[in-house]
């Protein structure tokens, strides 16, 4: 009895006593990793994260660059040739070529020479010598002159012109299309000429309204890599080498813009107009985007974003009227030449009656002189 009771007492301190330590081993101390100078290469995911991107978030690089100005010209063509087929006639020109086809993009359009623009020539960089002034930008301007006198002289019959911009792709099916037609109508009607950039789409919907109102229909023609005809509803066609002299004949012989849904070169004409008007280079000057929901989401970016931040005045986007109504365009239009007429007429008697006043002053001055002579 005793002999199990000591047993079973030597089993419990064996289990709830401490447990005995073992002898600690030594550690061995290992050689330390030598820094390696190999640089680290960056994964094809970091690089991608750091390089520039476009506004769709593309990675842009100088050759993705390139591509997209190509396929950007192609775009232009395919819609200049769209415009075309919807009005029921062959496009000018070589077949046609999808923007989203690159590889025969850039195949057709990367040896430019052939049908390189004058406007290519003049803003495209190219290695220059000391002596290529003589024969390169200076004697150009000739040219230049030149061209801004052959519009002078063709467009200086034109004393209310309405100019019309949008999408050269617009179907004559199109409600844009023939929203266009009547307010051109409208127009045309109350004696304004209707000049455009005399392509399909909305350009030729506002000739044609021109037309059938029996207006005056005036088409100023851009010289592209490739060729792009008028439209056949333009009375007076001027074609032009350099975009800034076509640029300078709408604002100049124009009263007024009406803005249908266009591309890049729509807005280009909006947001000159604009700044002319903000810079006080022009007054009275109507600017119309016509159809509510397309330019729905510009006017709200300008309201929360560039006004928002203070890029413009709250007045600045007063200078913008948007409608879908033929009507309150041509309204607008007449409006506002009516104001132009009333403050150029009170100019020439402000100016007439200080010239007149000076006459009485100089009068009285010889007057004065005579008098002290005798």
């Known amino acids: 009895m005793a002999e199990s009771k000591l047993h079973f007492m030597q089993k419990t301190k064996k289990t709830t006593g401490k447990p005995t330590q073992q002898p600690a081993k030594k550690r061995t101390k290992r050689p330390a990793k030598k820094p390696t100078t190999k640089p680290v290469q960056p994964t094809a995911r970091t690089a991608t994260k750091k390089a520039p991107r476009s506004a769709r978030g593309k990675p842009v690089d100088p050759g993705v660059r390139r591509t997209a100005e190509h396929q950007a010209l192609a775009g232009l063509r395919e819609r200049l040739h769209v415009g075309h087929l919807a009005a029921g006639r062959m496009p000018p020109g070589a077949p046609i070529v999808r923007a989203s086809d690159a590889r025969r993009v850039d195949d057709s359009i990367r040896d430019a020479t052939p049908m390189l623009t004058e406007d290519a020539k003049l803003l495209g960089f190219a290695p220059k010598h000391h ?58 009607k109350q004696g304004f000429s ?160 200080d010239q007149v006043e000076q006459m009485e002053l100089e009068a009285k001055r010889l007057a004065a002189t005579g008098r002290h002579d005798t």
């Open 131 to 188: 002596d290529d002034f003589t024969r390169t930008d200076t004697w150009r301007v000739m040219r230049i002159m030149g061209e801004f006198i052959e519009g002078f002289d063709k467009l200086a019959k034109v004393e209310k012109g309405v100019a019309f911009f949008g999408s050269a792709r617009t179907a004559p099916d199109d409600p844009q299309y023939l929203a266009a037609v009547e307010t051109a109508a409208l127009l045309a």
């Open 194 to 353: 209707i000049i455009t950039g005399a392509g399909p789409g909305i350009m030729e919907a506002a000739n044609k309204g021109a037309r059938q109102a029996g207006g005056h229909s005036v088409g100023c023609n851009i010289q592209l890599p490739f060729e792009q005809g008028a439209n056949p509803y333009v009375d007076t066609q001027v074609d032009f080498r350099y975009f800034f002299v076509r640029k300078t004949m709408f604002i100049k012989y124009s009263v007024g813009y009406v803005i249908f849904p266009g591309g890049f070169g729509t807005l280009d004409e909006l947001f000159e107009a604009v700044t002319l008007i903000q810079t006080g280079k022009i007054s009275q000057f109507p600017v119309v985007l016509f159809g509510t929901h397309y330019w729905a989401g510009l006017v709200r970016w300008m309201l929360s974003r560039v006004l928002g931040e203070k890029k413009i005045s709250p007045g600045d986007l007063d200078l913008l009227v948007v409608t879908d109504d033929p009507k309150v365009a041509a309204d607008v239009i007449a409006a506002a030449w009516e104001a132009q007429m009333t403050e150029a007429a009170g100019a020439i008697r402000a100016a007439w009656k």
